[in-house]
């Protein structure tokens, strides 16, 4: 994973609100597309760029394409930003 590639895919808010969408499980990019008000071109690019971020996956089926959020990678994040902010663990066990 690419800490570089994740956080410029985050920081659109088009690309969030797509991975908002793909919480509730796969979509197909017309699914997507249709809850915004922008070409198919430009969705296809922003799931491209999620799916070079590793933050979506891509399922193909017959003629559809379907995406599906890939949360490892959002768990990753959250393990390094827990490290990188709090307590050390040996700090933790004293406290207790």
């Known amino acids: 994973m690419s800490f570089a590639a994740t956080f ?4 659109d808010p088009v690309r969030r ?3 908002q969408l ?3 499980g796969k ?3 017309g699914e997507i597309g249709s809850h915004f008000d922008m070409t198919g071109a430009t969705i296809s690019y922003h799931l491209s760029v999620l799916k070079k971020a590793d933050l979506v996956w ?3 089926v017959k003629n559809y394409v379907y995406y599906e959020l890939n949360t490892s990678v959002v768990e990753e994040i959250l393990l390094w930003l827990s490290e990188l902010t709090g307590e050390k663990d040996e700090e933790k066990e004293s406290k207790k």
């Open 17 to 19: 609100e797509i991975l």
């Open 8 to 11: 410029k895919a985050l920081s």
């Open 27 to 29: 979509m197909s990019a």
């Open 22 to 24: 793909l919480k509730n």
């Open 58 to 60: 891509e399922t193909k």
